[in-house]
């Protein structure tokens, strides 16, 4: 197929992948697939599992010790950047299952290859997200100057700083939850992807909020045993997250991701 033709061919495609109306309880289904994807590739979800909590750990080391805000965002820049790519490589476990196919560390960095320019858009907007993030925060400390014992400031404080943090974490959960699922699967532009995942969210939202809620836990989970339980976790989620995109979004007139 020439550049011409392909052109064609992607502006004949909608702008947004169809998605599905699904049950309240889909997300408690997606676990179990995710579980037994793991279970199948054990060794390999453990060792995604532990680069993971290398990463982290990495991270959050050097922010405390050197305690430099400047660092500690180009640390968590960078971050950013790796995280798709590495959810990339998680997708590809169940991915191989679906295929009948043994899933590898060699497939996986194929397919993170292959999605690489766009894992570096989807981290642009993630950065940029960030700095408007960090801005209100610091907009935010600028309009309540809180003296000792003025508990009512505190409150409004807490309660508007709150409200602020929830719209940001909403936006970039509905953007990411079932975008970089598909990327991972069909040869698709991440604008398109993450409309798409925005649009399936918001025609679901209780059982979008039911995942959250259930991704927030946990996390939480592994991060009070130090960090460790998201060796199990992260790669659990991933898988889970690969299911929820395929019972979710039907993007089947985009091609195939080769792997």
Known sequence: MSPNDDELARADKPFVVPSATLAFDAPLRWLELGWRDFRKASALSVQFGLVIWLLSVVVS???????????????????????????????????????????????????????????????????????IWSRSGMVLNALFMVERGEWDVVLQFLTVGSAIGAVFASLTFALTVFSLPMIADRDVDMVTACVSSINAVLRNKRVALLWALLIATLTFVALVTLGLGLVVVMPWLGYAAWHGYRETLDASEWPKMSA
């Open 61 to 131: 080391v050097m922010a405390w010790h050197f305690g430099s805000l400047v660092l500690f965002l180009a640390l968590l820049s960078g971050f950013v950047f790796l995280a798709p790519l590495l959810a990339v490589g998680l997708y590809s476990v169940p991915r191989a299952h679906e295929e009948g196919k043994p899933p590898s560390a060699r497939r996986a960095l194929r397919l993170m290859q292959r999605v690489l320019s766009q894992a570096g858009v989807f981290a642009l907007v993630q950065v940029v997200i960030l700095m």
